[in-house]
Nanobody
Framework: QVQLVESGGGLVQPGGSLRLSCAAS????????MGWYRQAPGQERELVAR???????SYADSVKGRFTISRDNAKNIVYLQMNTLKPEDTAVYYC???????????????WGQGTQVTVSS
C-alpha cells in the first residue's frame, strides 16, 4: 500500500500564501504522477495541479499564475506553493498519487486524508 501524509494547511488572509507538502511512502515501485485536488463544501473534488513523471506540471485555470507544484523525486514528496490566495480557494486539499506497488499488478490511485485551507479575513 501507499501512505500519503499531508501538511501545511491552515487559516490565511486573502492575498497570503501557504505551502502544502505531501510525502508518499510504502512499497512503491514507481510513481506515475503526483498532484493536488480540492473539494469545497457542496462541490465536487477538482484537480488543482499535477505532475506526471517525466512531464510538465499542469494546473487548473483558476490557479494558474498563483500556485506552483513541485516534486522531490528522491523523497517522493510533492509540494504546492499557493500565493495570492483568495476566499474561493477555501477547501479541503487532497494529495493524490498514481503509482505501481510491489504487491499489486498495474497502477492504482491513492489519496491522502486531506488538509483544510481556509482563506478569510
Amino acid at each position: 500500500q501507499v501512505q500519503l501524509v499531508e501538511s501545511g494547511g491552515g487559516l490565511v488572509q486573502p492575498g497570503g500564501s501557504l505551502r502544502l507538502s505531501c510525502a508518499a511512502s510504502g512499497s512503491i515501485l514507481s510513481i506515475k504522477s503526483m498532484g493536488w485536488y480540492r473539494q469545497a463544501p457542496g462541490q465536487e473534488r477538482e484537480l488543482v495541479a499535477r505532475i506526471i513523471s517525466g512531464g510538465s506540471p499542469s494546473y487548473a485555470d483558476s490557479v494558474k499564475g498563483r500556485f506552483t507544484i513541485s516534486r522531490d523525486n528522491a523523497k517522493n514528496i510533492v509540494y504546492l506553493q499557493m500565493n495570492t490566495l483568495k476566499p474561493e480557494d477555501t477547501a479541503v486539499y487532497y494529495c493524490n498519487t498514481v503509482a505501481q506497488i510491489i504487491s499489486k499488478p498495474g497502477i492504482s490511485s491513492y489519496w491522502g486524508q486531506g488538509t483544510q485551507v481556509t482563506v478569510s479575513s
